[in-house]
């Protein structure tokens, strides 16, 4: 099993920046890919990022520039950042991290507001 928390969300005007970090503890060794979902009002949830145990990054189209995947590995825990820069009101959402072991179903955390306003 694999336990994942989100913080950082926040309310934050179109332009600025915000933070999520993602702690994931538990069965972490066998997690290959760890990413960031999001899911805004009225829309299904959609891929933002995505992070490889080896270092490959994916982004969404609609983030690339602008979000940035991090991690950083810990003794027994693994952290998990998005950096969100030049945020615009399309990207208010919940955003939600995720992390996927092989032939395991996907991990997800409780979800975090983003809420960028105009």
């Known amino acids: 099993q694999v336990q994942l928390v989100e913080s950082g969300g926040g309310l934050v005007q179109a332009g600025g920046s915000l933070s999520l970090s993602c702690v994931a503890s538990?069965?972490?060794?066998?997690?290959?890919?760890m990413g960031w979902f999001r899911q805004g009002p009225g829309k299904q949830r959609e891929l933002v990022a995505t992070?490889?145990?080896?270092?490959?990054?994916?982004?969404a189209d609609s983030v690339k520039g602008r979000f940035t995947i991090s991690r950083d590995n810990g003794k027994n825990t693994v952290t998990m950042y998005l950096q969100m820069n030049s945020l615009k009101p399309g990207d208010t959402a919940v955003y939600y991290c995720?992390?996927?072991?092989?032939?395991?179903?996907?991990?997800w955390g409780q979800g975090t507001q983003v809420t960028v306003s105009s």
């Open positions: 538990g069965s972490i060794l066998r997690l290959n890919v």
């Open positions: 995720y992390a996927k072991a092989a032939f395991r179903a996907p991990y």
């Open positions: 992070l490889t145990s080896d270092g490959g990054t994916n982004y």
